[in-house]
């Protein structure tokens, strides 16, 4: 078949010693060495990804998307001795995806709770150890993934494909099985190639849609059907000699917030870039910047935000970049008026495909919930674990976006990588089956680096024990054996044990986990959902709007009329009393015709709206706490919309 190329004796308490000591220079290379460390390495050259002209009839696993997750994926199958075949359709020519072509360069890393290491290790380590750092040369990484593909017999790659689309059958139970792909090869070709078993490791579940997998798409499951997360086109700076890197790192490490700071291959902080006005501020601002150090002299800047992109269509995707290349020219010259630092660097190119956080969400056999991550709830099947904050970037110009919480484990199921109408399918990476408020956290690359090496291993186990991913995530016994694969495959599925979260002891947490599950309370950084500081009553008529969102036709009206007569400051600053509570609630259930202020209260409790183990966690009528408003929203939503959290 024709190969084508895209283009001694010491005594043994020095050992000790020396060892500690290696130990403390590896860790400081790997996190990220102090700024101004060793000189950076020599640019180096993309090595070239070996293809194949045709593919074979048939493969034991097809893995679609080149993305790390996919990489990942594929050579997991490989090295499970399965015949795999790695595909793409998004005119690439390297592998990586968003870290290489998209030049996200700076990793968001799961860290354990001491932050000296990071969950799951296995190929995502082995891919970390051939990199820079926190952040990397995207050569390095290309080359780092291009060895790992290279190095498998088992393993073929065929890029630049036009199409990929599903070859799928009808079970005898209705259910939709996946049999394989048909290629349309770029040459006006196609090629129907038979698997018995395809990942789907696309960025947005491309191929998992067309085969009939369900999916919810963006923030649906909190009811807002119209926004997503911004999309980010990250984009390059030269310039940056080592001199300058020193003195943006003397900049941001002298600063004593604790959102800034260096190192030799990152930077963060320079927040007075949240105050640029940008020219078309419906569509675009800048937040402050993550950059990450290349080995040319130059940066990669992840800190453009873009709204109302739809990435599902070409045009409103050039049309972000050309806003995009209008701003950035703009932004630099602000970065470079407030940091004097920047005045040497230079703009160059933007990354050819754009950084998208959030798209489609399988529904899959189980799907992670906020809950999961505030009760760090273990499951029998976790293959993989997080700890990235829930970070849930900007959906609109007129929000900053918000930090639920701070995580500081949960784990990922088997069962959330597998369709739950579709056979012979896997799903992995940030399209896997999370909820919209938990993929603020899920949806990072090394996380889904992880799931792509589990659903590689688990190929393996379903075809050996015949059965579907279904019966196999079912399966407690099965399960325990892919996890034993997996630890000898080198990753860490014994995580060390973590306390729970103070707010667990809380006696209003059961209130707070229904609004968070809302999004209507937030924990950030500290994790402190504040139960105990003073509502308002601007705030909770905030809340039912929320709640509406979520639950609109269970609680059908807005409830703005219950601030009426009170000034702006008053509304946001006066007590919030029980009567004034259950007006607020009543208006948003019941309309401004039906709810009144003198017996509100009176008809919640008559028709069981709010149970008296709710109203007895009250302290003072006259002073409600977040904590009481919470339990006061969780009653309403379970007798309302018949939802409990």
């Known amino acids: 078949m024709k190969n084508w190329t895209w283009k001694l004796f010491v005594p043994t308490g020095i050992i000790v010693i020396a060892l500690i000591a290696l130990a403390i220079v590896y860790v400081q290379g790997r996190i990220g060495q102090p700024a101004g460390g060793n000189p950076l390495p020599a640019p180096a050259t993309i090595t070239e990804v070996t293809q194949i002209e045709a593919p074979k009839e048939k493969y034991d696993v097809i893995v679609v998307g080149t993305d790390p997750e996919g990489v990942m994926a594929a050579v997991s199958a490989s090295r499970n001795g399965l015949k795999t075949l790695l595909v793409d359709s998004r005119d690439r020519e390297i592998l990586g995806g968003l870290f290489t072509i998209g030049w996200l360069n700076s990793l968001d890393m799961n860290w354990t709770p001491d932050s000296k290491s990071y969950y799951n290790k296995g190929l995502f380590q082995e891919w970390f150890e051939e990199i820079e750092g926190d952040s990397f040369d995207i050569t390095t990484a290309a080359n780092a993934f291009h060895r790992m593909v290279e190095a498998e017999e088992n393993l073929e790659v065929r890029l630049g494909l036009d199409r990929i689309d599903p070859l799928v059958e009808q079970g005898a139970d209705g259910t939709i099985v996946v049999q394989g792909a048909k290629l349309s090869m770029g040459d006006g070709t196609t090629a129907e190639v038979a698997a018995s078993a395809v990942i789907d490791a696309t960025q947005d579940a491309d191929f998992g849609a067309a085969a009939g997998a369900g999916f919810t798409f963006g923030r649906e499951d909190i009811g807002d059907h119209e926004t997503l997360m911004a999309v980010t086109p990250v984009y390059k700076l030269t310039g940056v000699t080592p001199e300058v890197w020193q003195a943006i790192a003397d900049a941001l490490n002298k600063d004593d917030d604790s959102g800034t700071g260096a190192n030799a291959h990152s930077a963060w902080g320079y927040k007075?870039?949240?105050?640029?006005?940008?020219?078309?501020?419906?569509?675009?601002?800048?937040?402050?910047?993550?950059?990450?150090?290349?080995?040319?002299?130059?940066?990669?800047?992840?800190?453009?935000?873009?709204?109302?992109?739809?990435?599902?269509?070409?045009?409103?995707?050039?049309?972000?970049?050309?806003?995009?290349?209008?701003?950035?020219?703009?932004?630099?010259?602000?970065?470079?008026?407030?940091?004097?630092?920047?005045?040497?660097?230079?703009?160059?190119?933007?990354?050819?495909?754009?950084?998208?956080?959030?798209?489609?969400?399988?529904?899959?056999?189980?799907?992670?919930?906020?809950?999961?991550?505030?009760?760090?709830?273990?499951?029998?099947?976790?293959?993989?674990?997080?700890?990235?904050?829930?970070?849930?970037?900007?959906?609109?110009?007129?929000?900053?976006?918000?930090?639920?919480?701070?995580?500081?484990?949960?784990?990922?199921?088997?069962?959330?990588?597998?369709?739950?109408?579709?056979?012979?399918?896997?799903?992995?990476?940030?399209?896997?089956?999370?909820?919209?408020?938990?993929?603020?956290?899920?949806?990072?690359?090394?996380?889904?680096?992880?799931?792509?090496?589990?659903?590689?291993?688990?190929?393996?186990?379903?075809?050996?024990?015949?059965?579907?991913?279904?019966?196999?995530?079912?399966?407690?016994?099965?399960?325990?054996?892919?996890?034993?694969?997996?630890?000898?495959?080198?990753?860490?599925?014994?995580?060390?044990?973590?306390?729970?979260?103070?707010?667990?002891?809380?006696?209003?947490?059961?209130?707070?986990?229904?609004?968070?599950?809302?999004?209507?309370?937030?924990?950030?950084?500290?994790?402190?959902?504040?139960?105990?500081?003073?509502?308002?009553?601007?705030?909770?008529?905030?809340?039912?709007?929320?709640?509406?969102?979520?639950?609109?036709?269970?609680?059908?009206?807005?409830?703005?009329?219950?601030?009426?007569?009170?000034?702006?400051?008053?509304?946001?600053?006066?007590?919030?009393?029980?009567?004034?509570?259950?007006?607020?609630?009543?208006?948003?259930?019941?309309?401004?015709?039906?709810?009144?202020?003198?017996?509100?209260?009176?008809?919640?409790?008559?028709?069981?709206?709010?149970?008296?183990?709710?109203?007895?966690?009250?302290?003072?009528?006259?002073?409600?706490?977040?904590?009481?408003?919470?339990?006061?929203?969780?009653?309403?939503?379970?007798?309302?919309?018949?939802?409990?959290?």
């Open 272 to 645: 007075k870039m949240w105050q640029y006005v940008a020219t078309n501020p419906e569509r675009i601002r800048t937040r402050g910047p993550n950059l990450g150090r290349l080995n040319d002299e130059s940066m990669l800047v992840n800190a453009v935000q873009i709204f109302g992109v739809d990435p599902f269509d070409q045009a409103s995707v050039e049309e972000a970049y050309d806003i995009a290349r209008k701003e950035i020219p703009l932004m630099l010259d602000f970065m470079k008026e407030h940091y004097p630092e920047m005045e040497p660097v230079e703009l160059g190119e933007l990354a050819t495909e754009l950084y998208v956080r959030e798209t489609r969400h399988l529904i899959g056999e189980y799907r992670l919930s906020v809950v999961d991550l505030l009760e760090q709830t273990p499951h029998y099947d976790d293959i993989a674990y997080g700890s990235y904050p829930v970070d849930i970037q900007s959906t609109s110009p007129s929000n900053t976006g918000a930090v639920l919480m701070d995580p500081v484990k949960y784990g990922v199921p088997f069962r959330a990588l597998v369709p739950q109408s579709v056979d012979g399918l896997l799903v992995v990476g940030r399209a896997a089956s999370f909820d919209t408020l938990p993929h603020g956290s899920a949806r990072v690359v090394p996380l889904g680096m992880a799931t792509g090496q589990a659903a590689g291993a688990a190929v393996k186990l379903a075809l050996d024990e015949q059965v579907t991913f279904r019966e196999l995530g079912a399966s407690e016994e099965l399960v325990k054996r892919l996890q034993e694969l997996l630890t000898e495959q080198g990753m860490d599925l014994n995580p060390p044990a973590t306390e729970p979260y103070a707010f667990m002891s809380h006696p209003q947490y059961e209130g707070m986990k229904a609004a968070a599950s809302m999004a209507i309370a937030q924990g950030g950084y500290s994790n402190d959902f504040g139960l105990d500081l003073d509502s308002n009553p601007q705030r909770l008529v905030q809340n039912m709007a929320g709640v509406a969102k979520v639950h609109k036709a269970a609680i059908p009206y807005s409830a703005a009329k219950a601030t009426e007569g009170m000034n702006e400051d008053e509304a946001k600053t006066m007590p919030l009393t029980l009567a004034q509570a259950a007006y607020t609630v009543a208006l948003a259930l019941y309309g401004e015709d039906e709810a009144k202020p003198e017996d509100a209260l009176a008809r919640l409790k008559s028709e069981g709206m709010w149970t008296e183990a709710s109203l007895g966690t009250i302290k003072n009528e006259q002073k409600l706490t977040n904590g009481d408003v919470y339990m006061l929203i969780k009653d309403t939503v379970a007798k309302a919309a018949g939802k409990t959290y």
